[in-house]
């Protein structure tokens, strides 16, 4: 079974550009969350979407946003990048919410803004 | 202003000894917790979990220790392998919304002495 599957595993921006970052959950997962890992702030979660509603939101400013899909896939983008952007995006995705609902991170996509 | 780096409190442990990793969680309402580990380059992988209604739960080679009553968490790894090497992180969920929202601690940076 694969495990969940993140598109690009790195990219180069510049300032000002905006990205997008495609995630596949494993199959028949229909949560998909999304975290950021810097070493000034760790992992800090950013949103979740299930059957393609976003459920929670993290503490992000505006220019981070995602969707979720008919299939569960997701993309999250970011627009306007700022170097404090450079960072590696993790998505994550589970059965459902709830505990025992075990939650498996992809390997994430390496961002560098320049 | 400036960002710095998060200070990971490191452990380092014989082979073949027993660790202990400590995590201090701050949300009473957290009902579900998760330990992960993850390794240079990659995403967190799953460890074990437990839910607030527990305090003590074993796997293969690992056990979680959940103390509600000061806000602590532990995982005991046993007979410590070069292979542990890695940052482990424990996660809480308070399922905010009905969905998955973990909020990681900073981690804690494992090394295996041989």
């Known amino acids: 079974k694969a495990g969940v599957t993140q598109t690009p595993r790195y990219l180069i921006k510049t300032r000002g550009q905006q990205v997008t970052l495609s995630c596949s959950p494993i199959s028949g997962h229909r949560s998909v969350s999304w975290y950021q890992q810097t070493p000034g702030q760790g992992l800090q979660f950013l949103f979740e979407y299930f059957s393609e509603t976003q459920r929670n939101k993290g503490n992000f400013p505006g220019r981070f946003s995602g969707r979720q899909f008919s299939n569960s896939r997701s993309e999250m983008n970011v627009s306007t990048l700022e170097l404090g952007d450079s960072a590696l995006y993790l998505c994550a995705s589970s059965l459902a919410g709830g505990a025992g609902n075990t939650i498996y991170f992809g390997e994430g996509s390496w961002l560098t803004v320049v | 202003g400036e960002s710095v780096g998060l200070h990971l409190p490191t452990l380092s442990v014989q082979e073949g000894d027993n660790s202990i990793i400590n995590c201090a969680y701050s949300n009473s309402a957290s009902d579900y917790f998760i330990w992960y580990k993850q390794e240079s380059g990659k995403g967190p992988q799953f460890i074990i979990d437990i839910r607030s209604n527990m305090d003590k739960r074993q796997g293969q080679r690992v056990t979680v220790l959940l103390n509600k009553t000061v806000k602590h968490l532990s995982l005991q790894i046993a007979a410590t392998q070069p292979g542990d090497s890695a940052v482990y992180f424990c996660?809480?969920?308070?399922?905010?919304?009905?969905?998955?929202?973990?909020?990681f601690g900073t981690g804690t940076q494992l090394k295996v002495e041989l």
């Open positions: 996660a809480e969920n308070d399922f905010t919304g009905g969905g998955n929202k973990l909020t």
